[in-house]
């Protein structure tokens, strides 16, 4: 039956949230130190209405030098689907490693695009392997010891 065929529609991507912090400028900008970079990535999912869901791929990249703050920029960006028909035991795999491998390549480049209009050097995020995180994340839940109430 057609009715019950599963259906993965993307409805729109989107940047949900975009912000860059330059806290110690300028004297930051005069110091010669090569400055460390500190990369921070989530995932997050959210059912807006029925078949609907929101998936959301944040990035926070922090530069410091020393202990003093060089930028701070974080993007979120998120897609909206429409995922139905999908086995229960399969749904958790499409919104974990589908949704986020779709999404990710628009919030590397809003990521680099702002951070180079702050003036420094694009920061490209490095590719991520959505399958393998949403399998240690499985891992790691099912290591995990069940708490009762």
Same mark, same amino acid.
Request: hydrophobic letters at 45%.
């Given at each position: %039956?057609? &009715? *019950?065929?599963?259906?993965?529609?993307?409805?729109?991507?989107?940047?949900? +949230?975009?912000?860059? +912090? *330059?806290?110690?400028?300028?004297?930051?900008l005069l110091d010669a130190e090569q400055p460390a970079l500190e990369i921070n990535l989530g995932?997050?999912?959210e059912n807006v209405a029925e078949g609907i869901f929101e998936v959301a791929v944040t990035a926070t990249v922090t530069s410091k030098i020393g202990e003093k703050t060089v930028f701070l920029a974080e993007c979120k960006q998120a897609g909206i689907f429409e995922i139905r028909n999908v086995p229960e035991d399969q749904m958790a795999g499409v919104i974990g490693v589908a949704c986020p491998q779709i999404v990710y390549p628009y919030l590397r480049?809003?990521?680099? &695009?702002?951070?180079?209009?702050?003036?420094?050097?694009?920061?490209?995020?490095? +590719?991520?392997?959505?399958?393998? %995180?949403? +399998?240690? *994340?499985?891992?790691?839940?099912?290591?995990?010891?069940?708490?009762? *109430?």
């Amino acid at each position: %039956m057609a &009715d *019950q065929d599963p259906v993965f529609n993307i409805q729109r991507v989107y940047l949900k +949230e975009a912000s860059l +912090e *330059q806290p110690n400028s300028p004297a930051i900008l005069l110091d010669a130190e090569q400055p460390a970079l500190e990369i921070n990535l989530g995932v997050n999912a959210e059912n807006v209405a029925e078949g609907i869901f929101e998936v959301a791929v944040t990035a926070t990249v922090t530069s410091k030098i020393g202990e003093k703050t060089v930028f701070l920029a974080e993007c979120k960006q998120a897609g909206i689907f429409e995922i139905r028909n999908v086995p229960e035991d399969q749904m958790a795999g499409v919104i974990g490693v589908a949704c986020p491998q779709i999404v990710y390549p628009y919030l590397r480049s809003n990521v680099a &695009d702002l951070i180079q209009r702050g003036g420094f050097p694009p920061v490209h995020l490095a +590719e991520i392997n959505f399958q393998a %995180m949403y +399998e240690q *994340q499985q891992a790691a839940q099912a290591a995990a010891p069940a708490t009762t *109430q």
